[in-house]
């Protein structure tokens, strides 16, 4: 199982970002997808869940508003739509996947909110 976050950087107040996470190994399609972050000194935090086909989602009330999580099946890309970023967004963004009775990340993707 491979999990591979890309898209993060710095962005200003109120700017937006596109989060991508490239899986293999597994089967893409039928697993349960989700998005993570971790602030310096914090615990890792869910931010949201995509399920299986039928694509339905769930999120972390303070940022259901601003993030949109998607899946593309046939490119095996998890994706995370992130609106007026705010500086307590900053951290690094993992996508995660459990198959098989394990857990996986990726390695994180840096994300930084300032102006």
């Known amino acids: 199982v491979q999990l591979v976050e890309s898209g993060g950087g710095l962005v200003q107040p109120g700017g937006s970002l596109t989060l991508s996470c490239a899986a293999s190994?597994?089967?893409?399609?039928?697993?349960?997808m989700k998005w993570y972050r971790q602030a310096p000194g914090k615990e890792r935090e869910w931010l949201a869940t995509i399920r299986d086909v039928a694509g339905n989602t769930l999120y972390l009330p303070s940022v259901k508003d601003r993030f949109t999580i998607s899946r593309d099946n046939a490119k095996n890309t998890l994706t995370l739509q992130m609106n007026n970023l705010e500086p307590g967004d900053s951290a690094v963004y993992f996508c995660?996947?459990?198959?098989?009775?394990?857990?996986?990340w990726g390695q994180g993707t840096q994300v930084t909110v300032s102006s």
């Open positions: 190994g597994f089967t893409f399609s039928t697993a349960a």
């Open positions: 995660n996947v459990w198959t098989s009775g394990l857990g996986y």
